[in-house]
């Protein structure tokens, strides 16, 4: 059997029996939004528990509307659904220049020029004074200290706003156990120290993927967007290929919650055995623009595969690693214990990841496929591979022959729910 697996902006192509696998799992085809300008100014029309965006805003006529929107690592139809959202803003007389957006980078780098065009169009970046939110800037606000003793810092564009607004993707969170909502605002655009302090709780148990209940890490995301107040939210579901399938608008909490019931329902992928082996891709580009953006697809199908099984990552990382202290603490790590014995106060943003990465190497061997240098891969504990070929050697030397495996094409957009008798 052949088949492509998106990697950067091409494909890899996979030769294996089919007597190989189990099964390629992958989120059903969900069909696309036929006409998205009018679903998106429906649901702006007809929000979740609230009024409508322009009965909001013709109340308080605000001096100026930030607007957060998400960075190049969570690509999507977001150029479909600003120019609605725009023209909506519009459509009550308030002058563009009132309009600013905030790209909620959270730890991550700035984004550029071409990216911003990429994901928000030409209109949005021609028009609009757009902002790269610094987690390290000087003049972040303190909104005081939440439950658990972490002091909440803004970004001071976002807390001077008189009117706020949050757009973003639905999807799983390998340890929020879903983004979107909350997510724009922490991490989306606190300090450094607020989403270190609060990523930091990945060490527990309750930081899992689709898990909400006593998630101390999600709860505090909440608590966050509730002490900054936001005003109005739109978040989007996509499908595989990106495209706007529905969105939800109105108030942040039950906007969320009502997006991960959906995801619950449309996202998941049922299996109903574990297996030796695991083929995934990360979904091309932007997905694995960077190892540390393409380890959600592992953490996504890691409950798919045996314990002492082997995982397959092909992923680009054309950006190499993509977090300097994932890599600092990976690479000074000699062994994977020594990553578990690090304090929970110590673990810095990318340490948090590299906890991560320890879970996972626990249970599998994880081949990587990239066009990262191989002794790179292996100083951060991983095992590179040139090509499928090498990869098929290494799995039937240890597996045997008669390995069964499944195949994951988009590892990224992937929720399993396992169905064992």
């Known amino acids: 059997m052949n088949t ?5 902006k091409g494909y890899k192509e996979l030769k294996i029996s089919s007597e190989n696998i189990i099964d390629i799992l992958e989120m059903k085809a969900i069909p696309a939004c036929k006409n ?6 429906q649901k702006l029309n007809s929000p979740i528990d609230t009024e409508s965006l322009s009965k909001l805003l013709a109340k308080k006529m605000p001096e100026n509307i930030v607007v957060i929107i998400s960075d190049i690592t969570r690509p999507g139809p977001f150029k479909e659904l600003l120019k609605p959202l725009v023209d909506e803003i519009l459509a009550t007389r308030i002058n563009m220049n009132k309009i600013r957006f905030v790209i909620a980078n959270g730890t991550h780098r700035k984004m550029t020029d071409a990216e911003m065009r990429f994901q928000y169009g030409n209109w949005i970046v021609d028009n609009f004074s757009i902002q790269n939110h610094d987690c390290r800037a000087s003049n972040l606000v303190s909104y005081g200290k939440m439950k658990s003793g972490n002091e909440l810092w803004i970004n001071k564009t976002v807390a001077n706003t008189d009117f706020l607004i949050t757009t973003g993707i639905l999807n799983t969170h390998y340890f929020a156990g879903f983004g979107g909502g909350r997510k724009s605002i922490l991490p989306g655009v606190c300090g450094y120290e607020t989403i270190r302090r609060n990523h930091s709780n990945i060490i527990h148990e309750y930081a899992g993927l689709g898990r909400l209940k006593g998630n101390l890490i999600h709860l505090e995301m909440c608590e966050a967007a509730e002490k900054v107040g936001v005003d109005f939210c739109i978040n989007m579901l996509i499908n595989a ?11 942040i909490d039950k906007v969320f919650h009502t997006g991960a019931k959906a995801i619950r329902n449309l996202y998941s992928v049922k299996f109903s055995k574990y297996a030796d082996v695991v083929i995934t891709s990360a979904g091309g580009y932007p997905k694995d623009i960077n190892f540390y953006q393409s380890q959600k697809a592992l953490n996504n199908t890691i409950d798919l595969v045996k314990q002492g099984g082997t995982i397959v990552l092909i992923a680009d990382c054309s950006e190499g690693v993509g977090q300097d202290e994932m890599e600092r603490v990976l690479t000074s790590a000699k062994d994977l214990d020594e990553l578990f014995s690090i304090k929970q106060e110590d673990i810095q943003i990318g340490g948090h990841r590299a906890f ?6 626990k249970k599998a061997d994880i081949l990587v496929i990239s066009s990262m240098k191989p002794e790179k891969v292996r100083k951060i504990h991983f095992i590179p591979m040139k090509s499928f070929d090498d990869c098929m050697d290494f799995i039937i030397k240890k597996h045997g022959k008669n390995f069964k495996s499944y195949i994951v094409p988009n590892g990224s957009m992937f929720f399993p729910t396992a169905e064992i008798n």
């Open 4 to 8: 492509k697996l998106k990697y950067g």
């Open 36 to 41: 998205p300008y009018q679903l998106i100014k």
């Open 241 to 251: 290929n990106k495209q706007l399938v529905d969105c939800f608008a109105g108030d």
């Open 356 to 361: 991560a990465t320890g879970k996972l190497l």
